[in-house]
């Protein structure tokens, strides 16, 4: 389980509108993800969070940064 | 340590035990279909404090506190507790006033929606319906980029302020406080706002949902939402759970009476059934949260919900002093203007609270 091919992540947003846009983006980028509610245990929000494979991660913090969407923090899940 | 009510089986729980409570509250006094209704609940309290003279519905119900007391304790013992606030207070309060009047319209939030249904009340079909329609048309708004901006962290007390104002009132209700003889506190002497169940036990029953309702994030909205969103069907299990709970205690309380003619606290204008509930589905789905949810969130701390449920206080007062609100013999006078101001009002507030999102 050291691999982090078949781990996942999730970027955190502050409303869900920016979690629709980082969507939009990656979908566009085909990066593989998925729209999902937050995990209960990283937050207690009801908002949403964008789930990608943890490998992936330097590709999507780069889009999101580029593409200037705000985001919380990315945790590993 | 892992949160066994935040899996899959916990939600189902929650929402089973929301119902099993429900139904019995209704039992041992509650109106009937109404063992837990925060829309009714909000406006019973409105009418105790004063704020309209309705008065059939005048009780100061424990239920309520009870959910954001049970909250409140359980989200400082898991360290959840976070005061949180400034994210489009006015835009809230008004949110919540117009949810309040569109329920009043239907005669229930979405917990009660259930319930009506659970007890046979096919009236709540329609109620259901325009629910889900009025979140279907939140959604499409979140998905073009609304939003009432970020909420940021508070100082501890900002938090507590809801929950003591809660507390407050339960003393008030459990002394039996009256400024007179006559009130405030009012309490009803007949119709629905005199039945109920006795109060240790609805504090009690308010706690313990809020407890579940905390760990689990159970929310009525939240379900139609996420399916539409996300297609995940986690929080809409729970509410399938509370229907099925609740239908089956009914059953065997001898409670379910199914038709539509004759329910309890209900009226058969489908139409005004229908539109109250999207315009309270809207305005639930742009607050980010169903009345029940909203009661959870304020005793975490958030007091963007709780401006939400002072909101549907008002609401409640206006909905009644101004004849919007609906009553077994039919829809408010002035019901269906209301039910058309608040879906404008929503409109407007989704078309312009936008961000990018492409």
């Given at each position: ?18 979690a ?11 990066v ?7 995990p ?13 494979l ?24 | ?23 019995t ?7 009937a ?22 008065e ?27 005061p ?25 939030c979405?917990?009660?929606?259930l319930l ?19 979140i ?9 980029g ?9 100082k ?50 308010g ?9 689990s ?12 969103l ?15 709970s609740?239908?089956?205690f009914?059953f ?23 539109a ?13 949260g ?6 959870i ?55 312009t ?6």
């Amino acid at each position: 389980m050291n691999s982090a091919t078949n781990m996942y992540s999730v970027v955190l947003f502050h409303s869900t509108n920016y979690a629709i846009w980082a969507s939009n983006i990656l979908k566009r980028n085909s990066v593989e993800h998925k729209m999902i509610p937050v995990p209960r245990h990283l937050s207690s929000d009801c908002g949403y969070c964008v789930r990608f494979l943890s490998k992936d991660r330097d590709i999507v913090y780069d889009l999101l940064m580029n593409n200037g969407v705000l985001f919380d923090k990315i945790e590993e899940i | 340590m892992r949160n066994y009510l935040s899996t899959r089986w916990g939600i189902i729980f929650t929402g089973a035990v929301i119902g099993v409570i429900a139904v019995t509250l209704q039992k041992l006094g509650n109106p009937a279909n109404m063992g837990i209704c925060v829309a009714c609940f909000e406006r019973d309290m409105a009418g105790s404090l004063g704020l309209h003279r309705a008065e059939v519905v005048q009780y100061m119900r424990p239920e309520i506190a009870g959910l954001v007391l049970g909250s409140f304790l359980v989200a400082l013992v898991k360290k959840e507790y976070q005061p949180r606030g400034g994210s489009s207070t006015i835009i809230r309060f008004f949110l919540g006033v117009f949810a309040m009047i569109g329920a009043l319209v239907f005669l229930g939030c979405p917990w009660r929606a259930l319930l009506r249904f659970s007890g046979g009340d096919w009236n709540a079909i329609a109620g259901l319906l325009g629910l889900a329609i009025g979140i279907a048309i939140g959604v499409a708004f979140l998905k073009n980029g609304y939003n009432l901006g970020r909420s940021y962290k508070l100082k501890k007390s900002a938090g507590w302020v809801f929950p003591a104002f809660m507390a407050a009132l339960v003393i008030m209700v459990a002394l039996n406080f009256r400024v007179s003889e006559t009130g405030p506190l009012f309490f009803s002497e007949k119709g629905p706002g005199s039945q109920h169940a006795p109060l240790i036990i609805s504090i009690i029953a308010g706690i313990i949902i809020g407890i579940l309702a905390q760990r689990s994030r159970f929310c009525t909205m939240g379900s139609i939402r996420d399916i539409i969103l996300a297609k995940d069907f986690h929080l809409a299990s729970g509410v399938i759970a509370l229907v099925i709970s609740a239908f089956v205690f009914n059953f065997l309380y001898g409670q379910f009476k199914p038709g539509f003619e004759g329910q309890p606290i209900a009226h058969t204008a489908h139409i005004w059934n229908f539109a109250g509930m999207v315009l309270a589905g809207l305005a639930f789905a742009l607050a980010g949260g169903c009345p029940g949810r909203q009661l959870i969130l304020s005793g975490e701390g958030d007091s963007d919900a709780a401006v939400f449920v002072m909101g549907m206080i008002v609401g409640a007062g206006i909905s009644h002093n101004f004849m919007l609100a609906s009553s077994p013999a039919g829809v408010g006078a002035f019901g269906p203007a209301a039910v058309a101001i608040g879906l404008i009002f929503c409109l407007i507030i989704g078309f312009t609270m936008r961000e990018k999102v492409s």
